[in-house]
């Protein structure tokens, strides 16, 4: 069965210093890899998402996120951090492309601070 | 504009008493899935459906039933509500083809409380 692990519970950075949110998944097969984000009161959103190819993957919102087959990861990065990207985020890996079964992490909270 | 919507938004039962939370969606997607989210456990799937009268066990189906009779709708029936069950859940869909495909879709979320 598949799994996927967000170490972090929460993570505190400032304004404007660059990010990165670690996730760590297991799973037999090609993984279909997924960040999503989840504002406050809402629903979820794709950042991005990993399926084959160049294992670094560019999303919306200037994130990215490095395939690492070597270390089963899938760490999220953003350069530079604004208020805005306060949220909480989560990994997700998927058997058949995602369309079917989707396990996600338990999320990551990011808080950003002044 | 692509839309998928879940009623009620927030409903408050009683322990026993059947409900159903509709999801419907306009964009023609062939897969839906209902999660619950709760707190430090992050979104744990129910049940999934790949088409229509083609539905199948997510990771926490106990408790709960789905029906696929239009490819549009997916409503998720919870015959006889438990406090445990107390939880937001959300739909989504996704399709195998075009450039979003495996992106899945969520609706804004059903607060469900069950006392």
């Known amino acids: 069965a598949q799994s996927v692990t967000q170490p972090d519970i929460h993570i505190t950075v400032s304004e404007g210093a660059s990010l990165e949110l670690r996730c760590n998944y297991s799973y037999g097969a090609t993984p279909y890899l997924f960040w999503y984000v989840q504002s406050p009161g809402q629903g979820l959103q794709l950042l991005l998402k990993y399926f084959s190819g160049d294992t670094l993957v560019q999303g919306i919102k200037g994130f990215e996120a490095e395939f690492k087959r070597s270390q089963s990861s899938f760490n999220l990065r953003k350069p530079s951090v604004h208020w805005s990207d306060a949220a909480e985020y989560f990994c997700?890996?998927?058997?058949?492309?995602?369309?079917?079964?989707?396990?996600f992490g338990k999320g990551t909270m990011l808080l950003v601070s002044p | 504009e692509a839309q998928v919507t879940q009623n009620p938004r927030y409903l408050i039962t009683v322990t026993g008493k059947k409900l159903t939370v509709t999801c419907s969606q306009n964009?023609?997607?062939?897969?839906m899935s209902w999660y619950r989210q709760d707190p430090g456990l992050g979104l744990r799937q129910i049940y999934y459906?790949?088409?229509?009268?083609?539905?199948d066990k997510g990771d926490v189906p106990e408790g709960y039933k789905v029906s696929r009779k239009e490819k549009r709708n997916f409503p998720l029936i919870l015959e006889s509500p438990s406090p445990n069950q107390t939880s937001l859940y959300f739909c989504?869909?996704?399709?195998?083809?075009?450039?979003?495909?495996?992106?899945?879709?969520f609706g804004p979320g059903t607060r469900l409380t069950v006392t």
């Open positions: 989504a869909t996704t399709s195998s083809r075009g450039m979003s495909h495996g992106e899945q879709y």
């Open positions: 459906s790949m088409n229509v009268e083609v539905t």
């Open positions: 997700a890996v998927g058997a058949n492309a995602g369309y079917s079964t989707l396990t």
């Open positions: 964009m023609n997607h062939e897969y």
